[in-house]
């Protein structure tokens, strides 16, 4: 039998998401958009300041479970213009200091919640023998 899925919120919402679900040695983040808090609505910006709050969130949510940007091995990214990828790269880099990036796919789409340019979704890899905080 399958170890079970194990669901994490992070803070008190009314959407129908969990924060992060982790199946066996895989954490999968929900996508984040800009907010200017944690789970409040939708702030359109500039690229590189929806990628910093996009980013900032999915640090805040694997550092509640224990794990750190450098645990990521997947991340993909919604976009709703193409002109828009290179501030957002631009970005997105200064999140991996080290130059190892997660594999990533970029999908361009016609409209985000909010107005949002940028949204990002990400899978975290959970190091055998790591002991995850109680959730």
């Known amino acids: 039998m399958a170890d079970p899925l194990i669901h994490r ?3 008190e919402h009314s959407y129908t998401i969990s924060h992060v679900v982790i199946d066996g040695d895989y954490a999968h983040l929900s996508g984040q958009l800009a907010t200017e808090i944690p789970d409040g609505p939708p702030t359109p910006g500039t690229p590189d300041v929806e990628t910093r709050r996009c980013m900032d969130q999915i640090r805040t949510v694997l550092r509640s479970i224990g794990l750190e940007m450098s645990n990521l091995v997947r991340v ?3 976009i709703t213009n193409l002109a828009d990828l290179e ?3 631009k970005t997105y880099r200064e999140f991996f200091p080290n130059g190892r990036f997660p594999a990533r796919t970029c999908v361009v789409v016609a409209g985000l919640i909010g107005g949002c340019r940028i949204e990002i979704e990400a899978t975290a890899r959970i190091p055998q023998g790591f002991a995850l905080p109680s959730l």
């Open 76 to 78: 993909n990214l919604y």
């Open 87 to 89: 501030a957002i790269n």
């Open 9 to 11: 919120n992070l803070f």
